[in-house]
């Protein structure tokens, strides 16, 4: 079983609608949970992290975690252009000061 | 405030040559992790270290080492490089380490080996 798997393939969004990603991990013991974005050619940008079981807003952004489930989401709401990117889910794994990454995925915004 | 420092950018080598990239981390950041990225694995985790003791070690061969100095810069050597090792390496800063803070990535080294 994958550490952090990201399942879904390209989302295309048109602009303005709200993109949804999910990612689920293995760990049960997993504390701190975290969205990056990565454009391409580029290294990966944090743009959420969330600790506690809930919703957690940033701007656009609103990342949701539900620990019983073991599933983190990332919706991007009023998607714009320069929101098309590869998005990285990353989980600590327990005990250890490492971040497992899921393969990503790509989201492109269309005018 | 400055970010995390990663130098050189691009490296070019031949198989069998060694190298040695170097991670500056945000002012403050005392736990370095390095990665590897490639497009069919991901990324993957090779090493962290905090006050120049290394904590944890990914599965990667004997052939990836790493250190951390008195100032927090870490510094991370390939050996005897093979053509699978061509990928983008990247170093991220923490306050304590990814437990309890959040980890910040560099611009990456894009090492192509050759």
């Known amino acids: 079983q994958k550490e952090v798997e990201q399942n879904s393939g390209p989302l295309s969004v048109p602009e303005g609608a709200i993109a949804s990603l999910n990612c689920t991990y293995s760990?049960?013991?997993?504390?701190?949970f975290f969205w990056y974005r990565q454009y391409s050619g580029k290294s990966p940008e944090l743009i959420m992290f969330?600790?506690?079981?809930g919703d957690k807003e940033d701007g656009r952004f609103t990342a949701q975690l539900n620990k019983a489930s073991q599933y983190v989401s990332l919706l991007i709401r009023d998607s714009q252009p320069s929101d098309s990117a590869t998005y990285l889910c990353?989980?600590?794994?327990?005990?250890?000061?490492?971040?497992?990454f899921g393969k990503g995925n790509q989201v492109v915004v269309i005018p | 405030k400055a970010g995390v420092t990663q130098t050189p950018r691009y490296l070019i080598k031949t198989r069998g040559q060694q190298v040695t990239l170097s991670c500056s981390p945000i002012?403050?950041?005392?736990?370095v992790s390095w990665y590897q990225q490639t497009p069919g694995q991901g990324l993957q985790f090779l090493f962290e270290?905090?006050?120049?003791?290394?904590?944890n070690k990914g599965n990667f061969p004997g052939r990836f080492s790493g250190r951390q100095f008195s100032n927090s810069r870490s510094e991370m050597n390939v050996s005897t490089l093979e053509l699978g090792d061509s990928a983008l390496y990247l170093c991220?800063?923490?306050?304590?380490?990814?437990?309890?803070?959040?980890?910040?990535f560099g611009q990456g080294t894009r090492l192509t080996v050759v």
């Open positions: 991220a800063s923490s306050l304590v380490g990814v437990l309890s803070t959040e980890a910040f």
């Open positions: 760990d049960r013991g997993s504390q701190s």
């Open positions: 969330i600790y506690s079981n």
């Open positions: 990353a989980v600590n794994v327990y005990g250890n000061n490492r971040l497992a």
């Open positions: 002012s403050g950041h005392r736990s």
């Open positions: 270290y905090f006050s120049e003791t290394q904590r």
